[in-house]
Antibody, heavy 117, light 112 residues
Framework: EVQLLESGGDLVQPGGSLRLSCAAS????????MDWVRQAPGKGLEWVSG????????DYADSVKGRFTISRDNSKNILYLQMNSLRAEDTALYYC??????????WGQGTLVTVSS | DIVMTQTPLSSPVTLGQPASISCKSS???????????LSWLLQRPGQPPRLLIY???NRFSGVPDRFSGSGSGTDFTLQISRVEAEDVGVYYC?????????FGQGTKVEIK
């Protein structure tokens, strides 16, 4: 069974940093493209970033480009999102997921990031 | 960016009756590799999204066959043949063809 477990969310001041992690199990992590998606309170879904299976290709939403960095450790089956220069508008529930382009689908439970002074 | 427009935004349905949601994209979702990366998700109240359909019409494992997807190019549809109580929630379409990936606004399905 595919499992994705996010962690690292917290309350942080504007301008601060956080690193989110997503521990994957139940599938061959190194074979799949992964994404981060976020959902602000009471709002819809926003794609944040994606990374290729080997980690060599990365893409970002304009809203986070230059501030967030996606990475992965295929030896540990973990996906990361390093978040710097955080703003109030980054407040959201952050989900990791297997990019929904193959029969193997999975979406985590989410980790909450709150940016506030 | 590709804009995904869903209709209706709210859909009161009767248990056992069909339901249909439309999703239109501002550009063709056919990738250069020839595949159309259009998926559907359901977010039940208080829960994370759940993947239902990928590549227009393929159901993920465990998704009941009352859910079906269709369409091509810029016009796509999710159909529920007979709505059950557990189908209540917000449905989203998502395109993974072009960066940035984008979602529809969501369609809230509730029981009449």
């Amino acid at each position: 069974e595919v499992q994705l477990l996010e962690s690292g969310g917290d309350l942080v001041q504007p301008g601060g940093s956080l690193r989110l992690s997503c521990a994957a199990s139940g599938f061959i992590f190194s074979m799949y493209v992964m994404d981060w998606v976020r959902q602000a309170p009471g709002k819809g879904l926003e794609w944040v970033s994606g990374i290729s299976s080997g980690g060599d290709y990365r893409d970002y939403a304009d809203s986070v480009k230059g501030r967030f960095t996606i990475s992965r450790d295929n030896s540990k089956n973990i996906l990361y999102l390093q978040m710097n220069s955080l703003r109030a508008e980054d407040t959201a529930l952050y989900y990791c997921l297997i990019r929904p382009t193959t029969p193997v689908g999975g979406w985590g439970q989410g980790t909450l990031v709150t940016v506030s002074s | 960016d590709i804009v995904m427009t869903q209709t209706p935004l709210s859909s009161p349905v009767t248990l056992g009756q069909p339901a249909s949601i439309s999703c239109k994209s501002s550009q063709s979702l056919v990738h250069t590799d020839g595949t159309t990366y259009l998926s559907w998700l359901l977010q039940r109240p208080g829960q994370p999204p759940r993947l239902l359909i990928y590549k227009i019409s393929n159901r993920f494992s465990g998704v009941p066959d009352r859910f079906s997807g269709s369409g091509s190019g810029t016009d796509f549809t999710l159909q529920i043949s007979r709505v059950e109580a557990e189908d209540v929630g917000v449905y989203y379409c998502m395109q993974s063809t072009q960066f940035p990936h984008t979602f529809g606004q969501g369609t809230k399905v509730e029981i009449k």
